[in-house]
């Protein structure tokens, strides 16, 4: 058999050299997307941390809407509100334990909107349950707020 003048095969270790720098290339790009999604999550914990800006005023003009599609939609209770474990002091052990002083914990604009929500919705009977949403790694993840009620008899991390 003739060999091809114009074709070159490559030497094994000229395809383990492509490989590696194609790996490296792969680590290089998670890297980069790691370090963007750290980045944004520092932005993001940044900004729970510091007020809304949003009056009272507003915030009511919001429930009224939120709670008007969940009657609307048959439902009894909706998520309100979901922020990351960070913004407890314990980061949601208290909340994942049903504790009774889970809310002394909350932080930044969850510990804003807990006192919103007593301030202002507790009186006019609204309920508020916090829960874990998710474990990665089993520890507790994200935390959510849940209201406007519930028909269903309250768990111990309720208030009202």
Not at 45 to 62: I, N, W
Not at 84 to 111: A, K, V, Y
């Amino acid at each position: 058999m003739a060999a091809d003048k114009g074709f070159s095969l490559p030497t094994a270790q000229q395809v383990m050299e492509k490989l590696a720098l194609a790996e490296a290339e792969k680590a290089s790009e998670h890297l980069r997307t790691q370090a963007a999604a750290e980045a944004e999550k520092k932005m993001l914990l940044e900004k729970l941390t510091k007020p809304s800006g949003v009056s009272d005023e507003e915030a009511l003009r919001r429930v009224a809407n939120i709670i008007e599609r969940a009657v609307s939609n048959g439902l009894t209770e909706v998520q309100v509100y979901r922020f990351p474990n960070s913004l407890c002091t314990d980061r949601g052990r208290r909340i994942n334990n049903s504790e009774p002083d889970w809310d002394r914990t909350l932080q930044g604009r969850p510990r804003a909107g807990y006192e919103f929500w007593r301030d202002h919705l507790r009186p006019l009977g609204f309920h508020l349950r916090a829960q874990v949403l998710e474990y990665p790694g089993g520890m507790p993840g994200d935390i959510g707020f849940f209201s406007p009620g519930s028909k269903r008899p309250p768990s111990p991390n309720w208030r009202g």
